[in-house]
């Protein structure tokens, strides 16, 4: 058999496996709205009003996980050398393809700061905070063009 053919064959084949694989992917539905209220619970505890030990209870299972009440405490502070922010708005998201959580992305006033959030959703259809970041380590894994608006953007209260 001539092959080239042989070769065409193989990778025909790996091409209609690997379609196989992938359409057999579990799909997760996800309730951004609900991940962007719980998003701003947070903000408002953390971020607004300082209450690490409040805010820490809302970290998931896995974000407990990899760091310490402490440790929470002092990064928080150490992410904040010009001040935490008055007030705190949820505008994007960001699906998650094949995981079981998304990203919220939230803007900070007074001073100006950038969060996002990886909210992951619990097995009762809830979401809590994963982890928090100023995004940019995300913005060379992810395209920015898969962010999407809220229709009603979501704001801390002062």
């Known amino acids: 058999m001539n092959p080239k053919r042989l070769s065409f064959r193989a990778l025909t084949g790996c091409l209609f496996t690997l379609l196989g694989l992938t359409s057999c992917a579990k799909s997760t ?7 962007a209220q719980r998003a701003i619970e947070f ?4 971020l607004v ?10 970290l998931s299972d896995g974000g407990k996980r990899h760091i310490s009440l402490a440790t929470f405490k002092e990064t928080m502070r150490r992410l904040h050398p010009g001040g935490f922010p008055t007030s705190v708005t949820a505008k994007e998201y960001q699906p998650m393809p094949g995981e079981n ?3 919220i992305y939230l803007d900070g006033r007074n001073p100006e700061v950038h969060y996002r959030l990886t909210m992951e959703a619990t097995a009762s259809g809830d979401y809590k905070v994963l982890t928090l970041d100023n995004g940019v380590v995300g913005r060379m894994f992810s ?3 898969d962010k999407k608006q809220f229709s009603k953007v979501i704001t801390t209260h002062p």
């Open 29 to 35: 539905n996800q309730d951004e709205n609900l991940a």
């Open 43 to 46: 903000a408002q505890i953390v």
């Open 49 to 58: 009003n300082k209450d690490f030990d409040q805010g820490y209870g809302l």
């Open 101 to 103: 959580a998304l990203w």
């Open 143 to 145: 395209s920015g063009s």
